[in-house]
């Protein structure tokens, strides 16, 4: 029974990608269709990404000070590895800080 599962999983996701290829034949004009197929690699990554920087460490509170760092140096364009760096340095502080506190 749990083969049919995957098998209509496989099925149904080779699907949403083959029927763009073969449906759609010619070059993609329209300016707004194409921003708009410009930003869903990027608004799906963010969507996946970012609920997963909230709760990968003991408490959301450390990792949303680990984004926030990371957001604002990345914004003063700062390296990669000194944007990384920061933002664990922030919420190593932050995790700290909570353990202090016995509610958290």
Do not use: D
Not at 9 to 21: D, H, K, N, Q, S
Not at 23 to 46: D, E, G, M
């Amino acid at each position: 029974m749990i083969y049919g599962y995957i098998f209509v999983m496989a099925g149904v996701t080779y699907l949403i990608r083959m029927l763009p290829l073969t449906l759609i034949q010619k070059k993609i004009t329209n300016i707004y269709i194409r921003s708009f197929l410009y930003y869903i690699p990027y608004a799906c990554l963010t969507a996946m990404t970012f609920p997963a920087i909230l709760y990968a460490t003991r408490s959301p509170v450390s990792g949303a000070a680990g984004f926030l760092t990371a957001v604002i140096l990345a914004l003063r364009k700062k390296s990669l590895i000194t944007v990384a760096g920061f933002a664990c340095i922030a919420v190593f502080i932050v995790e700290r800080i909570l353990e202090m506190f016995p509610g958290y």
